[in-house]
T-cell receptor, first 113, second 121 residues
Framework: EAAVTQSPRNKVTVTGGNVTLSCRQT?????MYWYRQDTGHGLRLIHY???????QIGDVPDGYKATRTTQEDFFLLLELASPSQTSLYFC????????????FGPGTRLLVL | AQRVTQVQSTGSSQWGEVTLDCSYE???????ILWYRQLFSGEMVFLIY??????QNQRSGHYSVVFQKSFKSISLVISASQPEDSGTYFC???????????????????FGSGTQLTVMP
């Protein structure tokens, strides 16, 4: 089973603050994803990547940047955080042949005051 | 509009069989439906998936699905439910999945808003 880790697990910042969420997967998966989860919306895709240096836009990309530095590492950047970005953020990964079976990290709870 | 719809919550008694319903909208002929469970810690755990091209209902451990393709409906069935099965269950739609290989450029999961299950002792 894929090992996906996220850091930090909890983060508090102020409006306008700069936040970086980190994700690392150690199963050599090609695909990585960032989701946010909010009550009543399930999980919504922010950005995703199919390899180092690649970035694709998801369904709710506004206010977020992402960067895939290596096959293992995928970062989500909030350069001017807003209270509307208070959420639970999940990273996930999958491999080329079974990319529908995504393995999730433990999540990061972000609070923007 | 919601493309994947789930009821908000449901409950069961220990040892009972639980059925969690999911309906979806798609114009694709080939797709997958996946089920995930979210633990109280927030962790998301993959449970089972059903390919649209497979007429056989999938099973995995004490999870199974009842797939009604013509109704665009699928149910997750949990047999002999236990209190530790409590949590939130998500249904997700994955489109353009052809013969086990996803078509290029189409590989997003569309999640429902989840069903919160409580299994009482």
């Amino acid at each position: 089973e894929a090992a996906v880790t996220q850091s930090p697990r909890n983060k508090v910042t102020v409006t306008g603050g700069n936040v970086t969420l980190s994700c690392r997967q150690t199963n050599s998966h090609n695909y990585m994803y960032w989701y946010r989860q909010d009550t009543g919306h399930g999980l919504r895709l922010i950005h995703y990547s199919y390899g180092a240096g690649n970035l694709q836009i998801g369904d709710v990309p506004d206010g977020y940047k992402a960067t895939r530095t290596t096959q293992e590492d995928f970062f989500l950047l909030l350069e001017l955080a807003s209270p509307s970005q208070t959420s639970l953020y999940f990273c996930a990964s999958s491999d080329r042949q079974t990319q529908d079976t995504q393995y999730f990290g433990p999540g990061t709870r972000l609070l923007v005051l | 509009a919601q493309r994947v719809t789930q009821v908000q919550s449901t409950g069961s008694s220990q040892w009972g069989e639980v059925t969690l319903d999911c309906s979806y909208e798609t114009s694709e002929y080939s797709y997958l439906i996946l089920w995930y469970r979210q633990l109280f810690s927030g962790e998301m755990v993959f449970l089972i998936y059903q390919p649209s091209f497979d007429t056989q209902n999938q099973r995995s451990g004490h999870y199974s699905v009842v797939f009604q393709k013509s109704f665009k409906s699928i149910s997750l069935v949990i047999s002999a439910s236990q209190p530790e099965d409590s949590g939130t269950y998500f249904c997700a739609l994955s489109e353009a999945h052809i013969g086990g290989i996803r078509a290029s450029g189409s590989w997003q999961l569309i999640f429902g808003s989840g069903t919160q299950l409580t299994v009482m002792p």
